[in-house]
């Protein structure tokens, strides 16, 4: 299931025309960096880039696609006996009007500390030093039923760690969000998040709908000073099936 809580500012821009980026400095760039890695038996960590300025004036970023020349490239970097391996990869451009840039690890090779570098032609200043490390793997749990009029929480496998987070988002075909909805919600990596059900979201029906809770775990990176701005995080996600019931 998608998770609006994965993409970060950038990403979310509305899709439109690039802008061509041959003209724009690596100093006017905005830069958004988003490592994810699923669960699951085979795990494929996939790393998404997306460039954005704010052009002509104008207050609200547009999306920039690179120009011909300019290359990202991901280092991944493993440990086997103590020893760092070094893996680069070129991030190659994603179809669609959007404008990012996708690399998609081979499942065997995980990685675990990412370097992230934007290599320009002469005439723009490159950007070799986005870092940062992913966070460690987790379970989740949550209850079978999220009932109307109870208190809910959802759970994890804990790992202390100052500069981790977790995101919490939910979703479902028949629930409505409250007005003030508490999700998507960051919270410290506790191990636990307890919540009023009835604060979070109410049914469009009367039947049990079934509900898909989705948890980040986020380590926040450095980017690269020459960027304007942007971020870098990386995440381990999940997602647990659950359902709501509505009050007898």
């Known amino acids: 299931m998608p998770n609006p809580s994965h993409i970060a500012l950038v990403l979310t821009l509305i899709a439109c025309k690039p802008t061509d980026g041959s003209e724009v400095p690596t100093e ?14 085979l795990p494929r960590t996939k790393l998404t880039v997306a460039f954005a300025a704010a052009l002509g004036g104008s207050q609200s970023p547009e999306n920039v696609a690179l120009g011909e020349g300019d290359v990202v490239v991901v ?6 006996d103590g020893e760092p391996i070094d893996t680069d990869y070129e991030a190659e451009r994603t179809t669609g009007p959007f404008a990012s840039y996708e690399v998609r690890l081979p499942v065997t090779e995980y990685g675990e500390e990412f370097r992230i570098g934007l ?10 030093q986005s ?4 966070p460690p793997a987790f379970t989740p749990s949550v209850p079978d039923v999220l ?17 981790t987070t977790m995101r919490i988002d939910i979703a479902s075909a028949c629930l409505e969000l409250v007005e003030e909805p508490l999700f998507p919600v960051e919270v410290p990596d506790t191990g636990s998040y ?9 049914t469009t029906g009367s039947e049990p709908c ?23 995080e990386a995440a381990q996600v999940r997602d647990r099936e659950t359902a709501y019931e509505v009050a007898n």
């Open 194 to 202: 307890v919540f009023d059900v009835d604060n979070a979201a109410w």
């Open 147 to 163: 009932r109307a009029g109870e208190q809910a929480e959802l759970t994890w496998t804990t790992y202390v760690d100052p500069d």
């Open 131 to 134: 870092e940062v490390r992913l």
């Open 75 to 80: 280092r991944a970097r493993d440990y086997e």
């Open 119 to 128: 290599t320009r032609e002469p005439e723009n200043t490159s950007a070799p």
């Open 210 to 232: 079934d509900v898909t809770v989705a948890f980040d775990r986020v380590r926040t990176g450095a980017l690269d000073p020459t960027f304007a701005g942007g971020s870098v």
């Open 28 to 41: 006017n760039l905005f830069a958004d960096v988003v490592v994810q890695r699923p669960g699951g038996a």
